[in-house]
């Protein structure tokens, strides 16, 4: 075996990195290329200079990783890679008699929710984004989008509540939910929240009854077939049935004021805005002869990541196409997932192993009885229960790496690997959260495998089923580039600007 080091947090450090900066995090891979470092320690700093040299004064509780507290009330917000904070935890586990010091945990890097923000102005810039808050409710990725300016796409009382206290004005708040409780329709009407989604006629009279005032945007139906989760076979009005609800709206005295749609979400065949917006334009004209005069187009989610720039543009053709007079029309869209998918990582320990016996030789029972069955089960400490949540709900497949075995952060890409399946916590079979993949067979019950592209879907709806805590969140703004001060400067000023947002 390759491995020589052991985590010791007495020495100095060597860091050896080749040439990383902000805009490289997405592309880096851990396992089998990544970069060679060598160390027998963590360093808070991974900078285009090759080598480091820094001592265990410097790491968390030392000088450079802790901050003004821009808000009190929240979990600390760090500096540094988030690969750092990932191994910092790694490390603080082994140190600690901490029982749960060895939970999973997320490390959320804020800066990278920045850099899509800029990427969402760059690609859309006459677009503003409603972020979906559905998709995670953070408090500092909500604290950090309002200070941004944009507005949030919110589905309940409760989401309300979490955006206006935070100090967000209701006139950003859409409430995005065509089907809503009448209560919680009253509700908005006394915070404030006048702009709500509907689709059918009998939220037509709630709305009548309990928020009179309230501008409408029907939703219609997008073609769904394309995207990961689709939501047709739950919300959007037929076109053919859109005249009939604007003139019931009419005669309710309600005011519509424009169109939404949503392609699902996961949207992996873009081109499919490009008829959403055709079907939205046929909604402003029946809007004009049922007497309205539309201003208001909401495109919805669905953007991927890594699809986003193609997706901007059919949709930004698509809208010059179709309102190519866009006077008096406001564009809006509600994007959850892009803003927040990669910027979570999550840190799970191996908590227990299953492995065919090291003497049974090659005729061992599992692999005599189903061949194809991996040899090796390994359970870590969060599960399908928790944040794999994102597996059944949000029909996610996850790729583990190691994030540390036998005590050292660096795999040989000579390591032997071994077919291999990851498992939940809890009781249920159901718990499986890979059930197929190459990890190395020499990984054992304390080593740690981590996820990349954890945040989206995953800790909002993570459950206590059987006990198992919500895995925490450790909080960085990235390295140490202007992004992080840009992003450490924006939540200030916001902090600043009203004490709420504390
Ligand atoms: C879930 C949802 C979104 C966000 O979808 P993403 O695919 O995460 O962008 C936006 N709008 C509505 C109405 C939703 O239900």
Redesign the pocket.
């Known amino acids: 075996m390759s491995r020589v080091e052991t985590i010791s947090t007495s020495s100095p450090v060597d860091i050896t990195v080749s040439g990383r900066s902000d805009s490289e995090y997405s592309s880096f891979s851990r396992y089998g290329d990544g970069p060679s470092w060598t160390t027998n320690a963590l360093v808070d700093n991974l900078s285009s200079s090759p080598t480091l040299r820094l001592t265990a004064g410097q790491l968390p509780g030392g000088n450079i990783n802790v901050d003004e507290n821009i808000f009190p009330l929240l979990p600390p917000l760090l500096r540094g890679h988030p690969d750092v904070h990932l191994r910092n935890g790694v490390m603080n586990a082994s140190r600690s008699a901490d029982p749960d010091a060895e939970n999973a945990f997320f490390v959320a890097d804020l800066s990278q929710v920045y850099r899509q923000h800029l990427r969402w102005q760059a690609c859309l810039p006459e677009i503003q984004p409603f972020y ?1 808050v ?2 995670n409710p953070d408090p500092y990725v909500l604290r950090l989008l309002a200070a941004l300016g944009t507005g949030f ?1 919110c ?1 309940s009382n409760g989401e309300i509540s979490q955006i206006l206290d935070i100090g967000v004005d209701p006139s950003r708040i859409i409430y ?3 089907c809503k409780a009448v209560s919680f329709v009253r509700n908005a009407g006394k915070v404030g929240v006048s702009c709500m ?1 509907f689709d059918n006629e009998d939220e037509l009279y709630k709305i009548a009854r309990a928020h009179p005032g309230a501008q409408l945007v029907v ?1 219609i139906l997008a073609d769904d077939s394309k ?1 990961v ?1 689709a ?1 047709n076979i739950k ?1 959007g009005a037929a076109l053919a049935t859109v005249p009939g609800l604007l003139a019931k709206a009419k005669e309710l005295n309600l005011d519509v004021v424009g169109v ?1 749609f ?1 392609v ?4 992996y065949d873009p081109s499919v805005y490009t008829d959403a917006v055709m079907r939205a334009k046929t909604a402003f004209d029946m809007g004009t002869e049922a007497g309205y005069q539309f201003s208001l187009l909401d495109v ?5 990541d890594a699809l986003f720039e193609q997706a901007a543009t059919f949709l930004t053709d698509a809208i010059a196409t179709y309102f190519s007079d866009r006077r008096g029309i406001k564009v809006i869209a ?5 803003y927040v998918s990669k910027a979570f990582s999550l840190a799970t320990n191996i908590i227990a192993r299953r492995a065919p016996s090291a003497d049974a030789g090659p005729t061992n029972e599992n692999s005599e009885a189903q061949p194809d069955r991996p040899s090796v089960m390994y359970y870590i400490n969060d599960g399908v229960y928790g944040a794999f949540n994102c597996i059944l709900f949000d029909h996610q497949t996850v790729h583990p790496y190691v994030l540390s075995m036998g005590g050292s952060f660096h795999v040989a890409s000579s390591e032997p690997v071994a077919n291999s399946s990851v498992w939940g916590p809890t009781c249920d079979s159901i718990d499986c959260v890979c059930p197929a993949t190459q990890l190395p067979g020499a990984l054992r019950v304390g080593d740690w495998l981590g996820f990349d592209g954890m945040g ?2 995953t800790v909002c709806a993570a459950s206590q089923f059987n006990g198992f805590a919500v895995s925490r969140v450790i909080y960085t703004t990235g390295g140490f580039g202007a992004t992080a001060l840009e992003v450490r400067r924006e939540l200030a000023k916001f902090a600043m600007a009203d004490r709420h947002g504390l």
């Open positions: 979906a559905k998709c796409d589905a995005a939910n065509p989604t939703r995207s989760c939501f919300f939404s949503h699902g979400s996961g949207c919805g989610g669905g953007f991927e509600e994007p959850g997932r892009f989206a879907y």
